[in-house]
C-alpha cells in the first residue's frame, strides 16, 4: 500500500483501512430534488462499501446554500455530534459534495473521527484498484490536484520529501514550501505521464489498420462481464464500483475479420474533474475508437441518467459523434425486478417489445437488450457487431474487400 499524501508530523495513509469502517453518509439538498440526493447517497453507500466501509445513519438537509464553515448548518452539527458521541464507534462521516480544507479541519473538530467528501472516497478507490504504472501516477495527479487548492486548510506541516541547502527562500513560510513541493510533483508526474501517453499513441497507430471497439458505460453495468462473455478471456470482474481501471485491450476475429475491442473505467456522476482530466490519455481509447458499445445496466431505476452522464463525459472527451450501440445489459434482473410471476410470457414478450420500440426512438436502430452474466444474445451481439465492423472496414478500404 503505497502513500500518495503526507499530511501532518506523522505521515497518514491515504487509503482507507482494509477492515471495514462504519461510516454516517451526509447528503445536503440545494440543487437538486430530495429524490435525486437519495439516489446519489444510495450511489456514496456503494461507494463506501467499495473502499472498505459500512454505513450506519443517513442524514440529509434541505439549505439555501451549503454553510461557509461546516457545509452543513450548525444544528445539524449539533445533532451529528451527539450522535457520534452517543454511539462512540464511528470511524468517518462521509460527505456526498465536495469540501474545503478549511471546512474538513472544522468538521473533524466538532465530530472528532475522520472526515471524508465524495472525491477523496472516489479517489481512495482508484488509489487501490490502480495495477499498471500508467493508471496508479494518474490517481496520484489527481490526488494531488485535489490537495492543492485545500493545503491552506488542511496544512500541519508536509513530511519533507527535498530539502538541504537552497531548497527554502529566506523568510519563507512552510505553507508556501509546501505548495511549491506539491506543484513540483504534479508536474513531475504530467511529465511522466506525456512520455506514456506517446508510447501509447505509438502503439494505437500500429493498430490503426484494424478497427477498434470500446466499450463504455457507467460504472459497475457489466462491462468487463460483457468483454470476457464476447472476447472468452479472463478480465477481473467484481460487484464493485470501480472494479475495472486500467484499460484492457484484446483482438477479436469475427468470421475473417479482426478488430480491436477494449475496456474502459467506468463514468459515475459528480466525478472529479481533476480525475476525467488525468484520465483522459485513458479514455483516448474510447475517443480514437471507431464504434463504442455503450453498456447500460437495464434494470437500474435510473439507467436513463446513467446514460446521460456517460454521454455528458463522451461529449467533453470529444467521443460523442462515434458509431454507437446500445447494449442493454442485465436484462435477467429486469425481469427478475419488474415482472409479476402471474404474467404469462406473452405479456412479459410484449412489454419487452413496448420497451425495446421505445429505447430504439430514444437512441436509435442499433440497440439490443443482453444478459452478459447468462450469455443471453450475445451470439445475437456478435452478429449486429460484425455488419457494424464490416461497414466501418468498407469505409476504410473502399476499394477492395479486406480479410487479414
Given amino acids: 500500500m503505497s502513500e500518495h499524501w503526507q499530511l501532518g508530523k506523522k505521515s497518514k495513509k491515504t487509503y482507507i483501512k482494509q477492515e471495514l469502517e462504519k461510516a454516517i453518509l451526509i447528503g445536503v439538498i440545494y440543487k437538486n430534488t430530495e429524490e435525486e440526493v437519495k439516489v446519489y447517497l444510495d450511489e456514496l453507500d456503494f461507494l463506501a462499501k467499495t473502499a472498505g466501509a459500512i454505513t450506519v445513519k443517513i442524514y440529509t438537509q434541505r439549505l439555501n446554500q451549503p454553510d ?3 457545509f ?4 445539524k452539527v449539533a445533532e451529528i455530534k451527539e450522535y457520534i458521541e452517543n454511539r462512540g464507534d464511528i470511524d468517518m462521516v462521509i460527505f456526498d459534495d465536495d469540501l474545503t480544507g478549511k471546512q474538513t479541519i472544522k468538521l473533524e473538530e466538532e465530530f472528532g473521527v475522520k472526515i471524508v467528501d465524495r472525491s477523496t472516497l472516489i479517489l481512495d478507490i482508484f488509489a487501490k484498484r490502480a495495477q499498471k504504472a500508467q493508471a496508479k501516477a494518474q490517481v496520484e495527479l489527481a490526488q494531488l490536484q485535489y490537495l492543492l487548492p485545500r493545503l491552506r486548510g488542511l496544512w500541519t506541516h508536509l513530511e519533507r520529501q527535498r530539502g538541504g541547502i537552497g531548497m527554502r527562500g529566506p523568510g519563507e513560510m512552510e505553507i508556501e514550501t509546501d505548495r511549491r513541493i506539491v506543484k513540483d510533483k504534479i508536474k513531475k508526474l504530467k511529465d511522466k505521464l506525456a512520455v506514456i501517453d506517446r508510447q501509447d499513441q505509438t502503439r494505437r497507430k500500429r493498430r490503426d489498420e484494424m478497427i477498434r471497439v470500446s466499450l463504455v458505460g457507467y460504472t459497475n453495468v457489466g462491462k468487463s462481464t460483457l468483454m470476457n462473455q464476447l472476447t472468452k478471456s479472463e478480465v477481473f470482474v467484481e460487484n464493485k464500483l470501480f472494479a475495472t481501471l486500467d484499460t484492457t485491450v484484446r483482438k477479436m476475429v469475427i468470421g475473417r475479420m479482426p478488430f480491436l475491442l477494449s475496456d474502459t473505467v ?3 456522476r459528480k466525478l472529479p474533474h481533476h480525475l476525467i482530466e488525468s484520465f483522459k490519455s485513458t479514455l483516448d481509447e474510447a475517443k480514437e475508437s471507431d464504434i463504442l ?5 437495464i434494470s437500474h431505476p435510473q439507467f436513463e441518467d446513467q446514460i446521460k452522464t456517460v454521454n455528458s463525459t463522451l461529449r467533453d472527451l470529444g467521443a460523442i459523434d462515434k458509431t454507437t450501440f446500445y447494449v442493454f445489459n442485465k436484462i435477467d434482473l429486469y425481469r427478475k425486478n419488474y415482472f409479476d410471476e402471474l404474467l404469462d410470457q406473452e405479456t412479459k414478450d410484449q412489454i419487452l417489445s413496448q420497451l425495446e420500440e421505445k ?3 430514444d437512441y436509435g ?3 439490443i ?6 450469455k443471453e444474445n450475445i451470439d445475437t451481439l456478435r452478429d449486429k457487431l460484425a455488419v457494424l465492423i464490416e461497414e466501418k472496414y468498407k469505409i476504410r478500404y473502399p476499394y477492395k474487400t479486406h480479410y487479414w
Fill in 266 to 268: 467506468g463514468f459515475i
Fill in 359 to 361: 429505447l430504439i426512438n
Fill in 365 to 367: 436502430e442499433n440497440v
Fill in 72 to 75: 452543513i448548518g450548525k444544528g
Fill in 293 to 297: 458499445l455503450h453498456v447500460v445496466d
Fill in 68 to 70: 461557509k464553515r461546516f
Fill in 369 to 374: 437488450f443482453v444478459s452478459a452474466i447468462e
